[in-house]
Nanobody, 119 residues
């Protein structure tokens, strides 16, 4: 199983930007599909964005389209989430996750990083 460590969270004002990073180790990173999830207090964890193992396919939930960009650098075993035009509704713990190529479910999870957007 690949191990994942997120970084880059913090406190930002509405309209600001953050870039989250997720460093992977212990597996063949380039063979995993990667996703960013978020969980707000009292809410379910939901998929925000995902990227295929060759970066040829991406997905964004409607609420972040045009504001967030997911990317990966297989040479650095890292996936990123660039978040622009942040608003208070984006406040949540953000989790990085990995799934093996061809799998439906994400099998590896990071510990999460807090993103707080003040109004």
């Amino acid at each position: 199983q690949v191990q994942l460590v997120e970084s880059g969270g913090g406190l930002v004002q509405a309209g600001g930007s953050l870039r989250l990073s997720c460093a992977a180790s212990g597996g063949t990173f380039s063979s995993y599909g990667m996703g960013w999830f978020r969980q707000a207090p009292g809410m379910e964890r939901r998929l925000v964005a995902s990227i295929g193992y060759r970066s040829t396919s991406t997905y964004y939930t409607d609420s972040v389209k045009g504001r967030f960009t997911i990317s990966r650098d297989n040479a650095k075993n890292t996936v990123y989430l660039q978040m622009d035009s942040l608003n208070p509704e984006d406040t949540a713990v953000y989790y990085c996750a990995a799934k093996r190529s061809g799998s439906v479910n994400y099998s590896s999870w990071g510990q999460g990083t807090q993103v707080t957007v003040s109004s």
